[in-house]
């Protein structure tokens, strides 16, 4: 299977949601022919605002490759939003639980039935100070192993602009661009037919992550930090008193919010 039936509910989420978007976004979207035009695939993206989601998967949309998002299990419960989710096929990620590796399955069968699966891997929105991807989680990692599927990273800036990140306060004039730029497949063949340890899994998570970070340098025109923001870290020094006042008043307004969307994101 090649490419993916769009189905009532994936057109009617898009015919809902394109019209807000063309009025809010204007886009610069470079890249699209790197995303397979044939088989199944990982896409893996930063996530730097609550509205990136739509405004993403706007520009996946017009591909032709529907993606299927994973995203926490309480999208999917009730109303609109949760027929919405189920209908079109999103994959309901299930945190500390006995399903929790359902998600991980469901990506598999859906990459080797020929689908795009869309991955954030950070997990949650960046809790970086400039907004730049980082340390991320190891489930992308854990299917591009698995599947040897290509892995096309992508970087995006644009909807933080509107609503940054953890805050409530959206800015709509003037108008903003969304950006992507879409990079070549991560080659991972030398890590193929390793044990896939816990080691193995952070330094391909790394490099995916890498080739994020360096498509968003080009989009943003300045040099990323050199070393990934790492929110453990940064809480062990929060606790021990030695966080930089700068750095800690920038992370201080995340913290609360961070700590509730761990419960379950994608």
Known sequence: MSRRKVGFWYHLAAVLA??????????????????????????????????DPFAYGHFQYNTGRVPRFLAKSSLFTDGFVGAVMRGSGQIPVYRDSSDARGAFRAAIDAVERGECVAFYPEGTLTRDPGQWPMTARTGAARVALQTKCPVVPIAQWGANEVLPPYSKKASLFPRKTHRVLVGDPVDLSRYYGQAVTQDLLREVTEVIMAAI??????????????V????????????????????????????EAAAEEDKGTT
């Open 18 to 51: 394109k019209p807000p978007l063309l009025l809010l976004f204007k886009r610069d979207w470079r890249g699209a022919e790197n995303i397979p035009a044939d088989g199944g695939f990982i896409t893996v993206v930063n996530h730097n605002s609550h509205l």
């Open 213 to 226: 970070t360096e498509l968003l340098v080009q989009l943003r025109g300045e040099p990323a930090p050199e």
């Open 228 to 255: 990934p923001y790492d929110p453990r870290k940064a809480r062990a020094r929060e606790r021990r008193g030695d966080t930089p006042p700068a750095a800690g008043a920038a992370a201080a307004p995340q913290a």
